[in-house]
């Protein structure tokens, strides 16, 4: 039985934010080897890996809520390091630099996963300069590609927060 969260399926997710991403990535000549759109083969794969990488699936294994809410149970034994809240600056760049700057040196590539579902994959510097123009986007999620560590970002709660293993 596939979950809500691992629904990868067109009408389940909002094309506003991918038509978005996709008109920034034109507008700015965006090197698609350094950012693109990840397969929509392999959404799924990394939903589930992500899901599994940094939820508490052992007191919750049963409901895993959809990434649109911003509710996944994650595991308790996560360190949290809070990076910034978009109120303290009310200006989106600054708040976006902050978030940056808070990605490990040692980090090149990492996967963008949106709460609809639009996983994305690319180049820090890339990544950012989309986010940069993205200040209607929904929570999302900037995720290192060991899955070692994330960030996720809430739109209702206006801030970001490095969860890591």
Not at 39 to 64: E, G, H, Q, R, T
Not at 97 to 118: C, M, Q, R, V, Y
């Amino acid at each position: 039985m596939e979950y809500e969260i691992f629904n990868t399926s067109e009408t389940h997710k909002d094309n506003c934010y991918r038509d978005g991403i996709e008109e920034i990535i034109k507008e700015k000549q965006i090197d698609r080897n350094r950012f693109h759109e990840f397969s929509k083969l392999n959404y799924v794969d990394i939903l589930k890996k992500f899901y599994f990488s940094f939820s508490d699936i052992k007191n919750f294994p049963a409901n895993p809520r959809s990434l649109k809410i911003n509710r996944m149970h994650f595991r308790s034994d996560l360190k949290e390091e809070g990076i910034d809240c978009i109120l303290r600056t009310n200006n989106w760049c600054e708040y976006m630099s902050a978030i940056e700057s808070a990605i490990p040196d040692n980090e090149t590539k990492l996967f963008l996963i949106l709460s609809d579902g639009w996983v994305y994959e690319g180049e820090i510097d890339e990544m950012f300069v989309v986010l940069n123009d993205m200040w209607y986007l929904g929570d999302f999620y900037i995720v290192s590609s060991k899955f070692n560590w994330f960030i996720a970002v809430s739109h209702i709660e206006e801030n970001a927060i490095m969860y890591s293993r």
